[in-house]
Structure formats: structure tokens, C-alpha cells
């Protein structure tokens, strides 16, 4: 009986001790864990400076000598010709409601114009239900993003679009009466409208702007050649400069100035492409050249950058911050501890292919805090490093082939 107890307290022993050995293990393996990994994805590293700057063009304000109730004619930012319309100015709000009565007569007689096109085939009637989907499309993107002007915009030209597609169920007998009356009353508006209705044009072709600063006589390309560090932390707008009307960005060239550190400007010299990107805006890199660069004064200096790229926007942008980008280097980022040597003396990755560990070479581009841009060094396919591999980082002494148990 005795030895028949002592056997089951043995049995039982070795029993838990086999349990607490399986969970040591476990729980060692769990709290160690002796293999992770991470993904490998496409990465960029920028060598830029973030400066603060004045954007500087050949601006032309528009005489504001109108009087009456001016109606623009042009949006911010939009191409105008020589002598093309920039304004209208109306005597009164009689004579405002008859042109705005004029613009809805025209935009009716082109919608029956169009629906005439129409029923001639179905052809143009498809054209228009495809432009009207892409109208709701386009609607539905500036809502989203909170574009308000270029939403009004889109309803406007949807509304336009739904009333070409409704008129285009009508009879064409019954088009050519409404087109006709239409064109009467037009006429009748115009004549009403002719003696009470100036016209502001452009003396020249620019860009145009409804926006007076004050900065157009102050900051102009005349002046940046002698620009000090000083003298830019000093600019002042000149309250007395206004215009209703607006101004036009004469020529293609703008500029931006902008003071940096003599250290951080002695990576730059004149005549050099650099890129540049404003902190307001689309968020587009714009290639830039370094125009010219101004003595240095008290560690400082004034670059001054130019460009002929147009931008819609860039009438809006006056003082302005900006990243100026020297240098761009594009990669795959990896973990830096993740990199390793093999025997034949290769630097590369040991990423899972299937439950196998396969040493991919690659060559370091870019090393920063923590991390490595690589890029495939091996033309094989099983051996080419791909953004979405996944990259051991730590684990014990690897070899080509090993088998791996991430459990």
C-alpha cells in the first residue's frame, strides 16, 4: 500500500514538473521573443531647409476710378489678354438686375440650343448624362474637402447640365418658339442695359488678382538685387495702395526671397535647381532656380529664388513659409538593427519566404535614426528586395534557408 502511494507521488511529480517545464519554455520564448519582424515599404528622405519668405512679382493695380456697382468679371488667379474684359461697372441695382437677367437668358438659350443638337441623335444625349455624373462626382470631392468656391462652381454647370437633359425630352417644334422668343427678349435686356454698363479692360496680359495688398510698389523684382537681411525683416505694406477692382501679375517670372542662415546658404549657389514647396496651397514641389544670393550680414543672407511655373494660386501667396529642398533620396526603409552580413561578406535582409528565412542583398542608401533606405542590389527573383516583404529584425544566428516558427 505504502509502495503503491510513493509511485503515484512520483508519477505525479514528474507530471508537473513536465507541465511547468512546457510552460517555462512558452512563457521564456513569449516574454524573450527571439524572432519579430516588420514590413519593408517605399520611403523618402528630404535634405530641406523650412524658411519663411516674401513672394515677389511684376504687379500692375488696376485704377479704381469706377463709380457705380462693380460686378468682376474674372476669377482669382485666371488668364487675361490685352484689352479682355477684367469688370463691369452698372449705374445702379436696376441696372445690375437687368445683366443678371441678361446672363439668365443667355445660359436658357444655350440650353435649347444644345437640346436641339440632341434630338437629332442620341449620341449627344449620352455625352450629357455622362457629364452630368462627372459634374455629381466632382461636386461630391469639393464638398468632402471643404472646397466651397469650386463646389458653387460645379452646382452651377450641374444645373445648367440637368436643363439641357430635361429640355431634350421636348418637342423640336415647341425648342424653336422658346428659342425664339428667348433671342427677342435677349436683344430687349441688351438695349436696356447698354447706357447704364462701363467696361474696366486690361491695358496689358497677365494673371489676374482681386486681391490689393499694399505690397505691390514695395516688394518688386527692381528691388530684390539689393535686398539685405535687414531691410527684408523690414518690409511694410503701403496702406495707402487699395483698389476695388484689383491688379494684374504682369510677365511669367515670380519670385520668392527669403533670409537663411550663411550656413545653411552656403549649400546653395547661383544658378542651381533646387525644389520648393509652400506651406500653403496644393502642397506642389515646384522646381525653382537660386537666382541670386545677397552679402552676408550678421550670419545671415537673402536668396532669392525665381521660377516661370504658373500657378493658379499664386496670386493669393504673399508672405509665406516654404521647405527648400536640396536633396531627395527614395528607397525601401528598413530597421537598421535588421541589416546583416552574410559569410560571403553581402549586406542585405533576411526577410520570410514562406516559413524560410531568404537573405535578400541590398545597398544602403540612406542611414537615420533607427532606420535604412536599401534598394535591390540582386536581379533574381527570389533574392529582390520588395516594398511589403517581411524583414526579420531580431532572431538568433541566421543562415540562408532556415526554417522559422514565429508561434
Not at 449705374?91 to 434630338?119: G, M, N, P
Not at 527669403?258 to 549657389?269: C, G, Q, Y
Not at 535604412?372 to 542590389?377: D, I, R, T
Request: hydrophobic share 35%.
Amino acid at each position: 500500500m505504502k509502495s503503491s502511494s510513493l509511485g503515484t507521488k512520483i508519477l505525479m511529480a514528474v507530471v508537473c514538473l513536465v507541465v511547468l517545464t512546457y510552460f517555462g519554455i512558452q512563457g521564456y520564448r513569449y516574454f524573450s521573443d527571439p524572432v519579430t519582424s516588420t514590413v519593408a515599404y517605399n520611403y523618402r528622405v528630404e535634405d530641406s531647409i523650412t524658411v519663411t519668405g516674401w513672394v515677389v512679382r511684376d504687379e500692375q493695380v488696376l485704377p479704381d476710378n469706377t463709380s457705380g456697382l462693380l460686378r468682376l468679371s474674372r476669377k482669382e488667379g485666371e488668364k487675361v489678354s490685352r484689352g479682355g474684359e477684367i469688370a463691369r461697372v452698372y449705374a445702379d441695382q436696376s441696372s445690375l438686375d437687368c445683366q443678371s437677367e441678361i446672363d439668365t437668358v443667355r445660359s436658357q438659350i444655350d440650353q435649347l440650343q444644345y437640346a436641339q443638337e440632341a434630338s437629332a441623335g442620341s449620341e449627344l444625349s449620352l455625352k450629357l448624362d455622362s457629364q452630368i455624373i462627372d459634374q455629381i462626382l466632382s461636386l461630391r470631392g469639393d464638398l468632402a474637402a471643404d472646397h466651397l468656391d469650386a463646389a458653387d462652381s460645379h452646382i452651377s454647370d450641374l444645373r445648367s447640365l440637368v436643363l439641357k437633359r430635361d429640355y431634350t425630352y421636348s418637342d423640336a417644334d415647341d425648342l424653336s418658339t422658346q428659342l425664339e422668343d428667348l433671342q427677342s427678349q435677349l436683344k430687349s435686356l441688351k438695349s436696356q442695359a447698354a447706357a447704364s454698363t462701363s467696361t474696366v479692360r486690361a491695358s496689358e496680359s497677365g494673371i489676374y488678382s482681386a486681391v490689393v495688398d499694399g505690397y505691390e510698389t514695395v516688394l518688386t523684382p527692381d528691388t530684390l538685387s539689393t535686398l539685405t537681411p535687414s531691410a527684408l525683416s523690414k518690409i511694410a505694406a503701403d496702406g495707402s495702395l487699395k483698389s476695388d477692382v484689383g491688379k494684374l501679375v504682369l510677365g511669367h517670372t515670380w519670385y520668392y526671397a527669403a533670409s537663411l542662415s550663411a550656413t545653411d546658404a552656403d549649400n546653395l549657389s547661383a544658378g542651381e535647381s533646387v525644389t520648393l514647396r509652400f506651406a500653403k496651397g496644393d502642397g506642389r514641389e515646384l522646381t525653382v532656380t537660386v537666382d541670386s544670393l545677397s552679402k552676408e550680414e550678421n550670419g545671415r543672407v537673402v536668396v532669392v529664388f525665381s521660377s516661370s511655373q504658373y500657378l493658379s494660386e499664386l496670386t493669393l501667396l504673399r508672405q509665406q513659409s516654404a521647405d527648400i529642398i536640396k536633396n531627395t533620396v527614395f528607397g525601401i526603409r528598413v530597421p537598421e538593427n535588421a541589416l546583416r552580413v552574410n559569410d560571403d561578406g553581402q549586406t542585405g535582409l533576411y526577410c520570410m519566404v514562406g516559413m524560410t528565412a531568404k537573405f535578400k542583398p541590398v545597398r544602403v542608401l540612406y542611414t537615420g535614426s533607427g532606420f535604412a533606405l536599401v534598394e535591390a542590389v540582386s536581379d533574381k527573383d527570389k533574392t529582390v528586395l520588395r516594398s511589403g516583404d517581411e524583414v526579420l529584425v531580431t532572431a538568433r544566428m541566421l543562415h540562408d534557408g532556415d526554417v522559422i516558427n514565429e508561434s
